[in-house]
């Protein structure tokens, strides 16, 4: 939290732990009490028949995996019954309260295939990490979005606000129009991080590969100054340096937008490096 101890740890909080897999009986996998169900559990999004990919579980397809697994095929009625199980799992701990303030949260779309209609898709899965206020990550959210866009992430920001998101301090994400718009609307106490390694990758795309390691330092240079007054006058260096390389779009992006990649040099500074990028 700030003021406080950012911990490395990305265990999640009343998350279950991984155990090493072993030989699951029959009994073990229809009670839905096998670890690497588990965790799966906790990876994927609700839905009465659905992953948060939207791929419908084939109870046949699952009697392949668990025989590739395990070595023992269990019958379609099992997969069927514990796919029910499991599903009720899944959405209780989608929707379970989110009790603690979680001063800085990290959101990201990922985007995953999937068949549908014969056709393969791309569906974006929004999802959030907070730090909570012992310094541990935790998964706060997961959602399917149709795609990054206003109503998705208007939606997925409103489901985490009514189960109680609050005390954010700081949102941490690439700059998704969809996102960056509306994120003063459920969180206008929160200022807003854009990450510098999409950021890097932005201006990258308006330079020659054969520039990209000399910039690339030139851009660190600017996050590795003491405070954020230092890293602007940095900046203007960069900028001043990109055009004497004439490359004056990389140099407009540096100086319209790197302020955007500064919010977290106002929050303590054992906290930056872990700031600064989701």
Not at 118 to 130: D, M, P, R, Y
Not at 173 to 192: R, T, V
Not at 217 to 240: G, N, P, Y
Request: charged share 30%.
């Amino acid at each position: 939290p700030p003021g406080g101890k950012l911990s490395p740890k990305t265990a999640h909080q009343g998350g279950r732990g991984r155990s090493e897999t072993s030989p699951a009986s029959e009994s073990a996998l229809r009670n839905g009490d096998h670890p690497a169900l588990s965790d799966q559990a906790e990876l994927r999004g609700g839905g009465s028949d659905r992953d948060v990919s939207g791929r419908r579980f084939c109870p046949r397809r699952v009697e392949d995996i668990t025989e590739a697994l395990w070595g023992a095929k269990v019958s379609p009625s099992t997969v069927s019954d514990l796919n029910q199980k499991i599903y009720g799992k899944i959405e209780e701990w989608r929707m379970r309260p989110i009790n603690e303030e979680h001063p800085y949260v990290f959101v990201d779309g990922v985007y995953l295939k999937r068949s549908w209609g014969g056709e393969v898709q791309n569906v974006s899965v929004l999802v959030a990490v907070g730090v909570n206020q012992d310094g541990y990550r935790e998964i706060l959210g997961v959602a399917e979005g149709s795609r990054e866009d206003k109503e998705s992430w208007s939606n997925f920001l409103r489901y985490l606000k009514d189960r109680g998101l609050k005390g954010v301090r700081l949102i941490i994400s690439d700059k998704c129009l969809g996102l960056y718009e509306i994120i003063g609307d459920f969180f206008p106490e929160a200022k807003w991080q854009r990450c510098v390694v999409h950021w890097y990758r932005n201006v990258f795309n308006l330079c020659p590969w054969k520039h990209v390691r000399e910039i690339a330092a030139m851009l660190k240079a600017i996050h590795a100054q003491e405070d954020k007054e230092a890293a602007r006058a940095k900046a203007v260096l960069v900028e001043e340096k990109l055009r004497r390389m004439k490359l004056e779009k990389a140099a407009e992006l540096v100086e319209k937008s790197v302020e955007e990649t500064l919010s977290y040099m106002d929050f303590p500074y054992e906290h930056w490096t872990r700031l600064r990028t989701n």
